[in-house]
């Protein structure tokens, strides 16, 4: 290929390496070191909501959810990729829709209610936890970008459907 022809193809792939957000850093993003594995029953975390760990051999099907879901069970689907946003359990219907907003577009991103959160939303997945105290901060949209289907989660593309959609 000659150097004129060339040129083109070096912007193409230059524009398309800036708009690869799987490498940017967000402010005030946690992480921490999880082990995977399937184990039965109700499980300890470390963080709350947890960002990973060991966790029931059922995931939760990704979506919203109006009540609680089990922990073991929203840890499976972060380790397949998802990213699970919590809230607390007394935001508006607005603010419920600024944050199914965000999840749009995106198949492995899963949203309930958390009681006793003490930040108005956190934002995990598997290693990794953004605490955010507005529905409308821009950093959820990021995370969400960044985080879903993130090669660090233990088995990206495994399915976020077909599984457990009940509530706690």
């Known amino acids: 290929m000659k150097a004129p022809q060339m040129i083109p ?9 800036s ?9 005030g993003v946690e992480t921490f070191t999880v082990a995977a594995g399937h184990k039965e029953g109700k499980l300890e975390y470390k963080q709350t909501p ?6 029931n051999p059922t995931w939760q ?8 879901i089990y922990n073991e069970y929203g840890v499976h689907s972060m380790e397949h990729g998802a990213v699970w946003i919590t809230h607390q359990p007394d935001l508006s ?3 419920i829709n600024t944050l199914a907003d965000a999840m749009k577009g995106n198949s492995h991103v899963l949203m309930s ?9 956190v934002v995990s997945a598997w290693g990794k936890q953004l605490k955010l105290d507005s529905v409308s901060d821009v950093r959820l949209v990021e995370f969400i970008r960044t985080y879903a289907q993130s090669p660090d989660a233990p088995e990206p593309g495994a399915p976020c459907s077909g599984a457990y959609s009940g509530v706690q």
Do not use: M
Request: glycine fraction near 10%.
């Open 9 to 17: 193809l070096l912007i193409g792939l230059t524009l398309l390496a």
């Open 19 to 27: 708009c690869n957000t799987k490498t940017s850093s967000i402010e």
């Open 50 to 55: 947890p960002a990973g760990g060991e966790h």
């Open 61 to 68: 099907n990704c979506g919203i959810y109006q009540s609680p």
């Open 93 to 95: 219907a607005e603010e």
């Open 113 to 121: 209610p958390y009681p006793d959160l003490k930040s108005k939303v």
